[in-house]
């Protein structure tokens, strides 16, 4: 096959992000909500879907649902900037930040977006390290990357795939010493145990990213957001494609916002969930980690970790392979499910070790 065009030489090492997509009867791989909207909202959904006049734009600013989330964290709309997802808020912050010239800063094993989308808009990767036994990330790290002098710090709390938490005091050192912005993602932050929108303020370089796809149970919808400086918002509204986004999700997003007490009974319930299934867990033969997100990441012990990923897809169980990734060798990461999917889980694992 011929090739149309020049492809940039820059993206022969790049591949692209995915996660296995397979029939199976309980997939826990994607850290999706078990979980389904409350029956009111999607009552309401339709009946805007009904009266939406879907020959016109939508409002390109998003003005109502950036109001409301602003409600939400009592904050000022101009701090608030949504996007098709929490991976565009990362694309645009690369797009105004990074480029050619600029590097941005993580910490491995973490979320490999930040990475994969940072080497997409032709950003530097510096890459730093965290502590091999518990995988924590000590100051002392982020003192040495700190000094290449990175336009964008990715922290990602609770860490995506170790569930752990960075501590407030972390944060609050890291945003001291950062040279360019300090990007908090917090796709889980409902779970976890403090958020980093406390320490938002317009005078400070703090960006904190959430998603509507794991606790409003919207993963379906592409919707996430920023909290920030209004500065960095003006920053964003530089790069991002005009109507990005549409005025089906603008909708979805905002009237789920009236549906909170319903999301944080289900974040409870995931939470007390997530308790019994690490309880379970420390009786196999798995070493884990302490998680403040909705899932697990654990290392079968004396096993080689895909062969145990494949004997839970032959149980129809899909969880996350993370062997192949930075730091993890012979681990995997499962999602809270339903207590029914979890027990197939569990049963699942215990058949698979066993065998």
């Not at 096993?303 to 062997?323: E, F, K, M, P």
Request: charged share 25%.
């Amino acid at each position: 096959m011929s090739n149309v065009g020049l492809e940039r030489d820059d993206l022969d090492a790049l591949e692209g992000y995915h996660s296995p997509q397979v029939d199976v009867s309980v997939r826990l791989n994607t850290n999706e909500s078990p979980y389904p909207p409350p029956p009111a909202w999607r009552e309401a959904y339709l009946a805007e879907l009904a009266t939406m006049p879907y020959n016109r734009y939508p409002d390109r600013d998003a003005v109502e649902l950036r109001r409301a989330i602003a409600a939400l964290h009592d904050v000022a709309p101009e701090q608030v900037f949504a996007a098709n997802g929490s991976n565009e808020i990362l694309q645009l912050l690369c797009l105004a930040y990074g480029g050619h010239g600029r590097s941005v800063a993580v910490f491995e094993p973490t979320y490999r977006l930040h990475s994969h989308i940072a080497r997409i808009t032709g950003t530097e990767v510096i890459t730093g390290e965290r502590n091999t036994d518990d995988l924590s990330l000590d100051l002392a790290e982020v003192e040495r990357v700190m000094a290449a002098g990175p336009a964008i710090t990715f922290l990602c709390s609770p860490n995506n795939p170790t569930g752990l938490v960075e501590p407030q005091e972390l944060v609050e050192q890291t945003l001291a010493r950062v040279p360019g912005i300090l990007v908090v993602d917090e796709a889980y932050g409902q779970f976890a145990r403090w958020s980093a929108l406390s320490l938002v303020a317009d005078d400070r370089p703090l960006a904190v990213v959430r998603t509507y796809s794991k606790t409003w149970s919207m993963a379906a919808c592409r919707l996430g957001y920023v909290v920030t400086s209004a500065g960095i918002v003006e920053s964003l509204e530089k790069v991002v494609l005009p109507y990005h986004l549409d005025a089906p999700k603008q909708a979805a997003g905002r009237l789920a916002l009236r549906f909170r007490a319903e999301m944080d009974a289900r974040v409870s319930a995931i939470v007390e969930e997530r308790g019994r299934l690490v309880t379970a867990l420390s009786e196999l033969e798995v070493d884990l980690w302490p998680s403040d997100a909705n899932f697990v990441l654990f290392r079968p012990r004396g096993r080689n970790g895909d062969a145990v990923w494949q004997g839970l897809l032959d149980r129809s169980v899909l969880v996350r392979d993370c062997t192949g990734w930075p730091r993890l060798e012979g681990c995997l990461r499962v999602t809270i499910g339903t207590p029914q999917e979890n027990d197939a889980f569990l049963h699942a694992l215990k058949e698979t070790l066993e065998s």
